[in-house]
């Protein structure tokens, strides 16, 4: 027997039997996509975890206010953010009254837009964003931002913001105001501002559900234009409202998420309110649809064993007429094990491609209306290729397995048997 017959006969057996060969691999393919969303489901959790948790800095900040501030009363508010510096696990914190410049804009998008949409917050040594392409802040007119803004703060889906990335490493202007309250009902703009900045970096924020128009400077650079563009009261607006600096919140940000428990009760022991972090996962739920999902997707496993083994025995019974001739030429018993363990390789080879190409597709389209629909995409599904192999793995051993049984239904099979059957 030629080396190329172990391709060939297993092919035209395929052929020969067209229909049932088509109602098994639709009916194994239909099996195999189920095997695609429940292995995939635990993936893109983790997935989603990453990105809104790990590369989301809402996701790992807590908002603090000391005693003094709960009070009422007057507190350093340098001294808070110094102190808070020293825990190993905090990476970056500052007070939001001069460390986050708001009601910026970029004049190259923004031009005319009264609508200040741009928030200038703090990088440091031990702080910055995961930048996606180029590089760090390093200088003083430099600046990161992240790939999409929003044109205005009414901004609500795909079709509201701006790519980013076409201003990577082109110089950029920046304008922001300083604030004058005659009344409580609006203020008036005092003066305006430009600086020249350099964007030497990009960060995504689709998928970290960074939705805010947050970019980034050297501290020392945003506390200077905070300064420069810190609001004025006339008299009769200070007579008749409080305006209480010192009760702006210090933001406190983690570097990892399994440290913020032990960064909450460090805080909580040294006096401070810990609010609640910015963004919140019930991880108990998440953890629970990872553990079903992999239990059934055992579970499936087992059924593709038992569907192997049902269809051999069906099939095979099928084959004794074709088995006794195969014989009667002179073919061994294990050639023909080996022909049909092949053929149901090919069965399985093309059931997992098909089913494969449409959980692709399937995705593809689902990312599509997700995209159209949620508000910023939020979430995006993928497949893992790596879980992907690791489920044809199994399928290749479930065969594996189901190979002794071919084994044993050939072997008896007796030619002389066979040809005495009535129906041959």
């Not at 496993?301 to 569907?307: A, G, K, Q, S, W």
Request: proline share 1%.
């Amino acid at each position: 027997m030629k080396l190329r017959d172990y391709f060939e006969l297993p092919c035209k057996f395929i052929i020969w039997n067209k229909l049932s060969s088509i109602i098994f691999i639709i009916f194994l393919s239909l099996v195999f996509l189920l095997g695609h969303l429940l292995i995939n489901v635990g993936y893109n959790y983790d997935k989603y975890v990453e990105d809104s948790v790990n590369k989301n800095v809402l996701a790992r900040t807590y908002f603090i206010f000391n005693s003094d501030q709960l009070a009422g009363k007057s507190t350093d508010l340098e001294k808070i953010v110094k102190d808070v510096r020293k825990n190993p696990h905090v990476i970056h914190s500052y007070n939001n009254q001069y460390a986050a410049l708001m009601a910026a804009n970029i004049d190259e998008i923004n031009k005319n837009n009264e609508d200040k949409s741009l928030f200038i917050k703090t990088v440091t040594d031990t702080f910055s964003p995961n930048i996606s392409k180029g590089r760090k802040v390093k200088n003083e007119n430099e600046i990161i931002c992240p790939r999409y803004l929003r044109t205005s703060n009414a901004a609500k889906n795909k079709s509201d913001v701006t790519s980013m990335e076409k201003y990577l490493n082109k110089e950029i202007t920046l304008s922001y105001v300083q604030l004058y309250w005659e009344n409580a009902s609006r203020p008036l703009v005092s003066k305006v501002f430009e600086k020249k900045v350099k964007l030497v970096g990009i960060f995504d924020n689709i998928l970290s559900l960074e939705t805010f128009n947050e970019c980034y400077m050297l501290e020392s650079v945003v506390r200077q234009m905070f300064l420069e563009s810190d609001s004025i009261y006339s008299e009769e607006f200070l007579k008749d409202n409080f305006v209480y600096n010192d009760g702006n919140a210090t933001e406190v940000i983690v570097d990892e998420l399994k440290n913020m428990d032990i960064v909450k009760e460090e805080l909580t022991k040294e006096g401070y309110d810990v609010s609640t972090v910015g963004l919140n996962f019930d991880w108990q739920f998440i953890n629970k649809i990872k553990l079903i999902s992999l239990i059934v997707f055992f579970i499936l496993l087992l059924c593709i064993l038992i569907i192997f083994s049902i269809y051999i025995s069906v099939f095979l019974k099928k084959q004794k007429k074709y088995i006794a001739l195969y014989k009667t030429f002179g073919y061994t018993e294990k050639q023909l094990s080996l022909l049909y363990k092949i053929q149901i390789i090919l069965y399985s080879l093309i059931s997992f491609i098909i089913s494969l190409i449409i959980c692709n597709i399937g995705v593809f389209i689902t990312n599509k209306i997700l995209s159209n629909n949620l508000e910023y995409f939020y979430v995006r599904l993928s497949i893992s290729f790596y879980f992907e192999f690791i489920f044809f793995v199994f399928i290749i051993g479930i065969i594996y397995l189901v190979s002794n049984r071919i084994n044993k239904k050939i072997n008896s099979f007796e030619i002389k048997e066979i040809f005495n059957d009535n129906n041959f």
